[in-house]
């Protein structure tokens, strides 16, 4: 397992205005990573715009994975963003079942849905993780 330099680890507010701001800092380091990976896919189109004012390019420069994916949006960006999908209708399925476990009546039939559980994401790859391996002989 590969160990990760502490200051690669950003946090600020989940938000364009945030990834923008966590890929300045990022771009500042002695080191600066090849790859990053958002929680949303809003933060990610902050990296876009700092990417874009530095004149570079996600998937060219810079691998750029934007999280959890809302909506259709990523698929407009350029490149097409990568991320993680997740079945809105069938955790909102669970969602209603957790909330009817909470009545008497209905308890029994859907008591299960109150148990936590880890909720299955699916990736999208597209063309913001791609990076070419640097030529030989450089």
Do not use: H
């Not at 715009?49 to 809302?70: H, M, N, Q, W």
């Not at 963003?81 to 969602?95: E, K, V």
């Amino acid at each position: 397992m590969v160990k990760v330099p502490a200051d690669y680890i950003q946090r600020n507010e989940l938000s364009e205005r945030g990834g923008y701001l966590i890929t300045e800092q990022l771009l500042q380091l002695a080191q600066p990573p090849g790859a990053l990976m958002f929680q949303s896919d809003c933060m990610a189109i902050g990296a876009y715009r700092k990417l874009y004012e530095l004149d570079k390019t996600p998937g060219r420069d810079l691998a750029i994975s934007g999280g959890v994916l809302a909506g259709d949006l990523p698929e407009y960006l350029a490149p097409r963003l990568t991320g993680f999908m997740l079945d809105a209708y069938s955790l909102g399925q669970r969602l209603a079942q957790a909330l009817l476990a909470q009545f008497p009546d209905l308890a029994a039939a859907y008591g299960a849905a109150r148990e936590p559980c880890v909720w299955p994401l699916t990736l999208r790859e597209r063309d913001s993780d791609a990076i070419p391996f640097p030529s030989q002989g450089r």
